[in-house]
């Protein structure tokens, strides 16, 4: 309960400024003319009265916070709020309307009397000139003060309060504490601008300053236009202040053109070198900023470009619209979307129809479509792909154009397996053949083409052949056996119970090839 005595407590006290406000703002204007001097005051009252309402808002929250039904406190900061408003809109136009009447033309905070007479009958309206903010930083003061002293500070038609006023207006952070312990009276101009100049128009400081800042430019990761445009503006702006502080920067080429070339992206800095080269004489330093920013200019126009495409809006050149989702290939003018199998919209790998297909024959449809045969898209081969691998054999290709490999029949451990291996890849490949002599049991001699493989795992001979050249012998234990032949139009079982031995007595030559095996 305390606390909510001690928040309306101080809640009242912010009121009675309201009031105490108010009271003066009806007496300036009772006034026929206000002077400049008490314009000044009335900004300055203002300025004091405009943060009241930060302390009045934090303590009304507090209230409402605090008390059971809220509803009486909404509607007393609703009346403080009106009366505020009431007073700054009012403050305000006093200080427009008896300006406008002094001068017929208001600049920005400034009232410059030297445009008056060049303006006094003409209805042209210049420009508003803002004032120069000054933090405290050295990189700034230079032109802080130039633009102070020519808009203000020599401006001989402005009093000393008034020049005091703008001075404090232009200050901000550590540069504003240092004027800060000073009266506000007109005397005191001389004084305020005395202890900044001592304070930051320090030779020295001012010079190591800006060394330190061309020293300290960030360096470049990336190309970019933005960065490019710093390091420009950076040297710039510092060689000028430097310039001023009388140093001989006109004889610094090679050494600014050395630190930052430094600080350039490889790219950059690799078109600089061959740029260098291809000149006669040593480079200067404007010939270095100006290969800078047509690099800056060059990498604006390729990033508005990307980003117009990222959008995806397309570029029209007569009849024809080039967008950012047309093939790369020139042999194929559908939509990555457009699916070679059905042309519908989507990809390969999403189509029914092709996953319906025999895996051979999407293997194949899949090598004439060009797409990746592991990620089933098209624009880059499988080498290039970062995709993932068939999740069956870990190899690299998709899943749907996976075969299986030889398998042994479970339970049947003696069987042989004989088989055509057909490469996952669904390469085409041509083995060698060669014309054979083979005698049979009578010593007569039998031609015969033999396919010469050295992968084979089983030898394996038509009936008809075994027929002519041996007697056919049943296996030594009777059992029958199994071969699996693999061929490019699927897989064929046999069964088979015999053995052939198979004498091979001469080799001819191959009079199809010219070989001799």
């Known amino acids: 309960m305390s606390d909510i005595k001690s928040l309306i407590k101080k809640r009242a006290s912010i009121k009675a400024k309201l009031t105490q406000f108010s009271s003066y703002l009806n007496v300036a204007k009772s006034c026929e003319q206000l002077s400049e001097v008490q314009i000044v005051e009335v900004e300055y009252r203002l300025n004091i009265f405009?943060?009241?309402?930060?302390?009045?808002?934090?303590?009304?929250?507090?209230?409402?916070?605090?008390?059971?039904d809220p509803s009486e406190q909404y509607a007393e900061r609703e009346e403080f709020e009106k009366q505020y408003y009431t007073l700054v809109a009012a403050a305000r136009q006093l200080i427009s309307s008896t300006r406008n009447q002094a001068s017929g033309n208001s600049i920005s905070e400034v009232d410059v009397s030297c445009y008056k007479h060049a303006h006094k009958h003409n209805s042209i309206r210049l420009p508003k000139i803002d004032l120069p903010k000054f933090s405290g930083g050295y990189h700034d003061w230079l032109e802080f003060r130039d633009t102070f002293i020519s808009?203000?500070?020599?401006?001989?038609?402005?009093?000393?309060?008034?020049?005091?006023?703008?001075?404090?207006?232009?200050?901000?952070?550590?540069?504003?504490?240092?004027?800060?312990?000073?009266?506000?009276?007109?005397?005191?101009?001389?004084?305020?601008?005395k202890l900044l100049c001592d304070r930051y128009d320090n030779k020295?400081?001012?010079?190591?300053?800006?060394?330190?800042?061309?020293?300290?430019?960030?360096?470049?990761?990336?190309?970019?236009?933005?960065?490019?445009?710093?390091?420009?503006d950076t040297t710039n702006k510092n060689l000028r202040a430097l310039s001023t502080l009388g140093q001989p920067v006109e004889?610094?080429?090679?050494?600014?053109i050395y630190i930052m070339a430094c600080k350039l992206d490889q790219v950059?800095?690799?078109?600089?070198?061959?740029?260098?080269?291809?000149?006669?004489?040593?480079?200067?330093?404007?010939v270095f900023i100006e290969f800078i920013s047509n690099r800056a200019d060059l990498l604006e126009t390729l990033e508005e470009s990307k980003s117009l495409f990222s959008k995806g809006e397309g570029v029209h050149v007569g009849n024809i619209k080039y967008n950012k989702h047309s093939s790369a290939s020139s042999e194929n003018s559908r939509s990555p979307l457009s699916?070679?199998?059905?042309?519908?919209?989507?990809?390969?790998?999403?189509?029914?129809?092709?996953?319906?297909?025999?895996?051979?024959?999407?293997?194949?449809?899949?090598?004439?479509?060009?797409?990746?045969?592991?990620?089933?898209?098209?624009?880059?081969n499988v080498y290039k792909c970062k995709m993932g691998h068939c999740k069956y054999c870990r190899e690299k290709h998709n899943t749907l154009l996976h075969f299986d490999r030889d398998t042994i029949i479970p339970n049947q451990p003696s069987s042989t397996l004989a088989s055509v291996n057909h490469l996952s890849s669904s390469r085409v490949v041509l083995l060698?053949?060669?014309?054979?002599?083979?005698?049979?049991?009578?010593?007569?001699?039998?031609?015969?083409?033999?396919?010469?493989?050295?992968?084979?795992?089983?030898?394996?001979?038509?009936?008809?052949?075994?027929?002519?050249i041996v007697k056919v012998l049943p296996g030594r234990d009777g059992i029958a056996r199994v071969a699996d032949i693999r061929t490019r139009k699927g897989v064929i079982r046999r069964a088979f119970n015999t053995i052939c031995p198979l004498p091979v007595a001469t080799v001819v030559e191959d009079t199809s090839t010219g070989g001799v095996c």
């Open 50 to 68: 405009e943060n009241l309402y930060d302390k009045y808002d934090m303590l009304q929250t507090d209230i409402e916070e605090t008390v059971d």
């Open 151 to 193: 808009i203000i500070h020599n401006n001989n038609s402005i009093d000393n309060i008034n020049k005091l006023h703008y001075l404090r207006a232009s200050l901000r952070g550590s540069a504003s504490l240092i004027i800060d312990n000073l009266d506000f009276r007109s005397d005191n101009y001389d004084a305020a601008w």
């Open 204 to 232: 020295r400081l001012l010079v190591n300053n800006h060394v330190q800042s061309l020293f300290s430019v960030q360096s470049i990761s990336k190309e970019s236009s933005k960065s490019l445009r710093h390091i420009v």
């Open 251 to 256: 004889y610094w080429d090679t050494l600014i």
């Open 268 to 286: 950059t800095n690799r078109e600089w070198e061959e740029h260098r080269n291809s000149l006669s004489e040593p480079p200067t330093l404007a």
């Open 339 to 380: 699916c070679p199998m059905c042309q519908k919209d989507h990809f390969i790998f999403q189509c029914e129809k092709f996953k319906s297909l025999p895996v051979q024959s999407r293997i194949s449809k899949a090598q004439n479509s060009n797409v990746c045969l592991n990620c089933l898209r098209p624009g880059h």
């Open 432 to 468: 060698s053949t060669a014309l054979v002599n083979v005698s049979d049991a009578e010593g007569n001699l039998h031609t015969a083409r033999v396919l010469l493989d050295n992968g084979s795992t089983a030898n394996l001979i038509s009936k008809d052949l075994a027929r002519r």
